[in-house]
């Protein structure tokens, strides 16, 4: 069964305190893996597509990586507004019209 | 403009009441999704579609309905509301996503509606 599974649930930080969300998947095969900023009452918003292991894509201080079991999001010297709900989800080869999202990590940052 | 637009942004609706949320994509999108988020259960995919005409069930349909008749409009009924239907509900759309293709298209999603079922 494909799956994906994001830790933690929540993270509080410092502002300033750099740290890394994870997205781990089990997948029949992987046609591409997003992520996505989910602010409270919005919907999702779309940050990076990442396609195969190795690619790195970076937005201000935000960088995602991609290795062939999972994904990391890392947030470098956050600042309060990068607080949101952080949400990856995967695309399959077969089956790409539907994708598989992880319960989302809880991103706040502490003036 | 406007990207997808969903109404309404608020629902209370009576346990066997029926309604029905509104989609609406300006992007000329091919394909478009409904999703219900709950808390601690991601997004799960309700219903989708590749073109008018054309729908396919996802992950938990029943108790849901959808018909395309355009390729802006995607609309979902509850024809009898539980209160396990209880949720946020979001529309999205993207370019299709061709099952012979390589390219990974993101979905761009509403605002969303909140529903409740007493």
């Known amino acids: 069964e494909d799956q994906v599974t994001q830790s933690p649930e929540a993270l509080r930080l410092q502002e300033g305190e750099s740290s890394s969300l994870n997205c781990s998947y089990t997948?029949?095969?992987?046609?591409?893996l997003f992520w996505y900023r989910q602010d409270p009452g919005k919907g999702p918003e779309f940050l990076f597509t990442?396609?195969?292991a190795g690619e790195e894509k970076e937005k201000e201080r935000l960088k995602a990586t991609l290795t062939k079991k999972e994904s990391f999001l890392h947030i470098t010297a956050p600042k309060p507004e990068d607080s949101a709900t952080y949400l990856c989800?995967?695309?399959?080869?077969?089956?790409?019209?539907?994708?598989?999202f992880g319960q989302g990590t809880r991103l706040t940052i502490n003036p | 403009n406007a990207g997808v637009t969903q109404t309404p942004k608020f629902q209370v609706l009576k346990t066997g009441q029926s309604m029905t949320l509104q989609c609406a994509q300006d992007?000329?999108?091919?394909?478009m999704s409904w999703y219900r988020q709950d808390p601690g259960m991601g997004l799960r995919l309700i219903h989708y579609?590749?073109?008018?005409?054309?729908?396919d069930q996802g992950e938990v349909p029943n108790g849901y309905n959808v018909s395309r008749s355009t390729t802006e409009d995607f609309p979902l009924r509850l024809l009898s509301a539980a209160p396990s239907q209880t949720s946020v509900y979001f529309c999205?759309?993207?370019?299709?996503?061709?099952?012979?293709?390589?390219?990974?298209?993101?979905?761009?999603f509403g605002p969303g509606t909140r529903l409740t079922v007493t």
């Open positions: 999205a759309s993207s370019p299709l996503p061709h099952n012979s293709g390589r390219v990974a298209y993101e979905q761009y």
């Open positions: 992007m000329n999108h091919e394909y």
């Open positions: 990442l396609y195969s």
């Open positions: 989800a995967v695309q399959l080869i077969q089956g790409a019209q539907k994708l598989v």
């Open positions: 997948v029949s095969g992987l046609r591409g």
């Open positions: 579609s590749v073109g008018a005409g054309i729908t």
